[in-house]
């Protein structure tokens, strides 16, 4: 989830000239009082680089540091719950601080040849968030280890011979390569018509050039220094902490993760805190309503509904079967969060299409009605109403053109080389298959990457799911269909994903007047970086915990089953699923989408009170302790901002980076030592009264 929603529609479906014209006076005033405070006017005496000298050395050195740092933090919350919050701030935030540091030093020894500049920053932003985004869209938490025999194992067979492909570092790399790069080349001719021509927002894009643009002002350089600082000592603390937690988990169920805040029988049904700094520091990031509908989702599975249906064992399913069944209450539990995932992707799926046609619709009307006017209506350059900042911008933008014929070219090329190399790589998974998706993925990049710009929410996992369920329907279960499911889940995934980031990253250089040809090879760089570092930083997490994808342990990979189960779902259809498990999928399919009306149909000011069915489904299966510690991190933030907002809003961010980024890196050296052999030495262990006295007494004796 690190896309945040925005619920108001930002295109309006009608025009009316005559509000037109009422807002073309009121702009043109605006447009002095613009000019004054605009950004552009600030960098007006700083000559912009030409694109070449935007791609230095040192910022692919420092994007190679940045981008390990964070495969590392995103591979652990892929594998132990799946949330992911945005990290452009922590990224933009070190890339200032690492090339501040190193300028500084060449500068003292008369060595600097090229001050650090915002487009440079912006190169090493976009190269980072690039790189750490293929360990999210490798699918390492999803769909790829969903085909592994680890997870396999734990969805019965019934049967049919459903394969299964174990993790390798050669074949995870091969694939990768050959189908990280063609989103990249499927919207970038489009580039014009997205920034310029339809002026989409794409929120997090502009957010992260507004911050970008603030570091290299002289009073958002001290406050970035500041931040900075905070993020270290934050950074420090949280490394420390899961330093000091790791000497007393030496056993099963030990240590401050298996602390019982509130009592044993409630543990039992995963209410705890975990002491966790990491989803500390993501529930201050992730809005309120997003952490409060994790717990409400919570509070709803293992507070009630999981306890009232295995009142019913032994009637609903058999008291024979072990937990891990998916035909016993395992199964109600995935099942139920798959229709609910799916309830609110489908949903949003088609409120963001319809958005995108209307967006279109309304377009198109407003060119036409534009080319109508007379000549002297027209907006000249003098007395247009767009600003310093814009006419700028566009001028940069334009000036460096990435040719058309180069983006098709590269596409059909690696297209051809994919087709050719993924029924190696996947036998289940044939040509034709291939092929098929790739004559409709420039259509859905499009429509991922329009729908971003308007809603900031890329919904790459949903059309990953259409892979899951048409090509797995198509192949059929006596012929690899879950294998060749979850692979066409991981191309379609890959284009659409890499297609929003790039038009995001094309956002973001459009407002710091990067070139789009070094946001374009940034991008590249930063994907091959990806192609390679992800692979070897999830084969370090497979090999260093052996209990990897199990239930119940320190990596669980929930959504890698999740997805097994959608892709088995799709093959074999309902037949499997447990007594009155379908009739429960049906009622929260409704639901999620019930609920995603009313929060539309209340508008944004009211839907903050409205639970979020994707975020509800979140603990459905893993439980609800990490949306506490979640919890904890928004209470700690919304006592923080009563009592002093501005430093709250100036230095939240960086607290939070700082939680995150120091345990997530802690996953490094901990992984060493368990690779080396080196156990933890203490184990602490609660117990009951009643266990204890057993306990001491069997010592005793």
């Excluded at 000559?47 to 420092?62: C, D, G, N, S």
């Excluded at 740092?69 to 935030?93: C, D, H, Y």
């Excluded at 940034?522 to 570092?533: H, L, P, R």
């Amino acid at each position: 989830m690190d896309r945040n929603r925005d619920e108001e529609n930002e295109l309006g479906t009608n025009y009316n000239s005559e509000v037109e014209i009422e807002q073309k006076s009121q702009m043109e005033k605006e447009e002095e009082e613009e000019e004054e405070t605009s950004v552009e006017r600030i960098f007006e005496r700083k000559e912009v680089p030409p694109w070449r000298e935007q791609l230095t050395v040192r910022a692919f050195v420092v994007s190679l540091v940045l981008a390990v740092l964070f495969t590392f933090i995103v591979m652990k919350l892929n594998l132990t719950t799946g949330i992911i919050p945005s990290l452009n701030v922590s990224a933009g935030m070190l890339g200032f601080f690492f090339v501040s540091v190193w300028s500084k030093f060449l500068d003292k020894s008369g060595l600097l040849r090229q001050p650090f500049t915002r487009q440079e920053n912006t190169v090493i932003q976009t190269c980072v968030v690039a790189s750490s985004g293929i360990a999210y869209s490798g699918g390492f938490g999803t769909y790829l280890f969903g085909m592994s025999e680890v997870i396999a194992k734990q969805s019965e067979k019934t049967g049919v011979n459903r394969g299964f492909k174990n993790p390798e570092v050669g074949w995870m790399i091969g694939f990768l390569f050959v189908v990280s790069f063609l989103g990249l080349c499927s919207v970038v001719p489009l580039r014009k018509i997205m920034i310029i021509d339809f002026k989409l927002t794409y929120p997090s894009g502009t957010a992260t050039a507004h911050l970008i643009n603030s570091f290299h002002t002289p009073q958002g350089a001290k406050l970035a220094k500041k931040q900075v600082r905070v993020l270290g000592k934050y950074f420090s603390f949280s490394f420390l902490w899961g330093f000091f937690q790791w000497f007393f988990a030496g056993g099963d169920d030990c240590g401050f993760a298996s602390f019982p805040t509130f009592g044993l029988k409630a543990r039992k049904y995963k209410f705890f805190f975990d002491f966790s700094a990491t989803y500390v520091g993501v529930g201050m990031i992730c809005p309120y309503i997003v952490n409060v509908s994790m717990l409400v989702g919570g509070i709803l599975s293992w507070g009630l509904m999981w306890p009232l249906i295995e009142t019913r064992k032994g009637d609903w399913y058999s008291a024979d079967l072990p937990s891990s069944s998916i035909r016993g209450l395992q199964g109600y539990k995935i099942f139920i969060t798959i229709a609910t995932i799916l309830g609110d992707g489908l949903y949003n799926f088609f409120k963001v299409l319809g958005q995108t046609l209307l967006g279109l619709l309304y377009q198109i009307l407003h060119k036409n009605m534009s080319d109508g006017r007379p000549n002297e209506d027209r907006s000249s350059p003098k007395s247009s109403s767009t600003s310093y900042n814009d006419t700028r911008r566009t001028q940069v933008f334009l000036k460096d053109r990435i040719p058309t014929t180069f983006a098709i070219g590269g596409y059909i090329a690696i297209a051809a080389i994919s087709t050719a190399t993924l029924p190696h790589i996947f036998p289940q998974l044939k040509w034709y298959y291939i092929l098929v998706i790739y004559l409709v993925a420039p259509t859905m990049a499009f429509c991922n990457a329009y729908g971003c710009g308007l809603t900031d929410w890329s919904l790459a996992s949903t059309y990953g799911k259409l892979g899951i369920f048409g090509i797995g329907a198509w192949a059929g279960a006596q012929h690899g269909g879950v294998i060749a499911g979850l692979a066409a889940c991981g191309v379609m995934m890959n284009i659409v994903s890499t297609a929003s980031d790039l038009m995001q990253d094309f956002k973001t250089g459009y407002l710091t007047l990067a070139s789009p040809r070094s946001m374009f090879v940034s991008q590249f760089i930063g994907t091959a970086m990806g192609c390679v570092i992800s692979p070897c930083v999830f084969w370090l997490f497979y090999k260093a915990f052996p209990d990897l994808g199990q239930n119940g342990s320190e990596y669980p990979a929930p959504y890698a089953l999740v997805y097994h189960n959608m892709a088995v779902l799709g093959v074999e259809g309902i037949s499997n699923l447990p007594k009155n498990c379908f009739m429960l999928c049906c009622v929260f399919f409704g639901a999620a989408i019930l609920l995603n009306l009313v929060r539309d149909t209340l508008g944004r000011k009211r839907a903050q009170f409205i639970p979020i069915p994707m975020a509800m489904a979140i603990p459905f299966y893993l439980g609800p302790y990490f949306s506490i510690d979640m919890c904890v991190g928004s209470l700690i933030l919304f006592i923080w901002q009563r009592i002093n907002k501005a430093k709250a809003d100036a230095f939240g961010p960086a607290v939070a980076s700082g939680l995150i980024c120091g345990e997530g890196i802690w996953t490094l050296p901990s992984s060493v030592l368990a690779l080396a052999g080196v156990k933890q030495p203490l184990c602490m262990k609660f117990l009951s009264r009643a266990t204890n006295a057993k306990v001491d007494k069997f010592l005793g004796s």
